[in-house]
C-alpha cells in the first residue's frame, strides 16, 4: 500500500518550503522529478494527471504528495494560494500519493509551522523543521489509518495493542491479551488477523524484532544484552527469531548496518 510506502521515509533535508498562487489555466508538467513535494492548495483548484491518465485532485480537502521520480502534468481549474514543501528523501515512487477528506485547516497550519521554520533560519531550525514535517506525515497516515480501519474494531484491540508495546520484552499470551479486550480468545485471534494481518504473537515477535533492528545498529548494546533486554531467554531464540523475519542473523545485519 503506498501510505506504507510512506511510514519509514527517511528525510534527508528541506529543500523548500513557500506560499504561492496560480492562476485559473496555468498549466505544466514534471518528468521525474527530483525530490519529493507535499502540497496543499488551500484555495482553488489544481488537477494532476499522470501518464496512464489517472487524475488526481488538489484542493482544501485533498493533500498530494509528489515523490521523487514521478512523471505528471497539472492545470489550475480555480486559482487560488497553495502551500509546498519541497524535500529530499531516501526513496522514489513512480506515483502521485493523495490524502483525501483531510481537515485542511489542520494540515494548513501544521504546513505553515513548517515554512515558519525554513524562513526563520534560527541556529535549531533544521531539526524544528524536520521534525514538524515527520510530524505532519504521522498525522496524515494515522488519519488514513482510522479511515481504513472499522473504528468499532480498532477500538477494541487497543488494549491488547497497546500492552503489546509496553511490554514486548515481557512473555505475552493471547489468553492475557484477549482477556484486555473483553473478547474470546478464539474471536480475539481472528479479528486480530483481520485488522493487522497477522497473529497476535506474530505481531510481537515482529515488533521485538524491529526494536533488534534500532538497538543493532548502534554500538552500545553486545547481542546477548539486545536478546535479554527482549525478552528473549537466550541469544539462540533471539537469533533464530530474528533470521526469521529478516533472513539475517543479528551478527549479520549488524555488520552490513553499520557500514
Known sequence: MQYDFLSDLIINDIRVATTSFTETGACASRRNRSNWAILLK???QTIYQIPSGEEFISNIDNIVVLPKGCSYKWKCTKAGHFIVIEFDADKSYDNIIVF???NGEKFLKAMQEVEHCYLAKSPTYKLKELRSLYGLFADLLEQEQKNYIPHSKEQRLSPAVEYITKNYDKNITNAQL?????LSEVYFRKLFKEIYKTSPINFVHELRVK???AMLKTDYSRITDIALALGYCDIYDFSRDFKKHTGFSPKEYAKTSRK
Open 42 to 44: 488551500f484555495e482553488g
Open 100 to 102: 483525501k477528506d483531510v
Open 178 to 182: 484477549a482477556k484486555l479486550t473483553g
Open 211 to 213: 526494536k533488534a533492528k
